[in-house]
């Protein structure tokens, strides 16, 4: 039987949570409306999971997800994780998501020609929906096409990923706040 262990962080978007195994990292829950939300949230996904101190090579995990969240370029391809219980596909998507680096993006349909076969994006998209390891398996790099955002299942939905995009730099195909201001007011911000 698999023992999870947890720990919760402060990170600039909120109380964030992170799951581990002796394998490796489990599981990241995004920040909820509170500690105590994010807790509820953690401990459904992983039930029995005990609250402990984080050991070294959590403690880096953390440290790069705060540091990503902060707006430093960290890919996170260093942590490990614990993927022995996850769906085969499930791990060929995430292992291709981890190569994206921050402030790129790719999208459902390139992640499935990189498996082998365009006509898996819906399945590349259903298998990013299940992704227990957000963050440290970036799938809010992955899009739709045309530069459409496409879904995210952390808290907050796809509201949460346009903020994690924007953190990291990434203008997905697509104007930012400023670009839809008039011109005069453009002009106004630059002076």
């Given amino acids: 039987m698999t ?3 947890f720990s919760l962080f402060d990170t600039a978007i909120g109380t964030c949570g992170i799951v581990w195994t002796a394998r490796g990292i489990a599981g990241v829950q995004i920040h ?4 105590r939300a994010t ?3 953690l401990l459904r996904r992983f039930a029995g999971a005990e609250e402990a101190a ?10 790069g997800i705060v540091a990503l ?21 499930n791990r060929k998507v995430y292992d ?15 992640v499935a020609e990189r ?17 227990p390891i957000p963050l440290i398996v970036p799938c809010h790099r992955v899009l739709a096409a045309g530069g459409k955002t496409g879904g ?11 903020r994690l995009l924007t953190i990291e730099g990434a203008q997905p195909n697509g104007p930012t706040l400023f670009d839809r201001l008039p011109l005069a007011a453009k002009r106004r911000r630059r002076s």
């Fill in 32 to 35: 909820n409306a509170s500690e």
């Fill in 96 to 110: 291709i998501a981890r190569t994206i680096p921050p402030g790129a993006t790719l999208t459902y349909g390139e």
């Fill in 54 to 63: 984080p050991p070294a090579q959590v403690r880096r995990a953390i440290d």
């Fill in 69 to 89: 969240l902060r707006g430093e370029h960290r890919d996170l391809k260093d942590v490990t994780i614990d993927a022995d219980d996850l769906p085969e596909f």
């Fill in 115 to 131: 498996l082998g076969d365009k006509l898996l994006a819906r399945d590349v998209g259903q298998a990013l929906g299940q992704n």
């Fill in 3 to 5: 023992t999870y262990n």
């Fill in 39 to 41: 807790r509820a949230s």
């Fill in 152 to 162: 995210f299942s952390a808290p907050g939905g796809v509201v949460s990923k346009l």
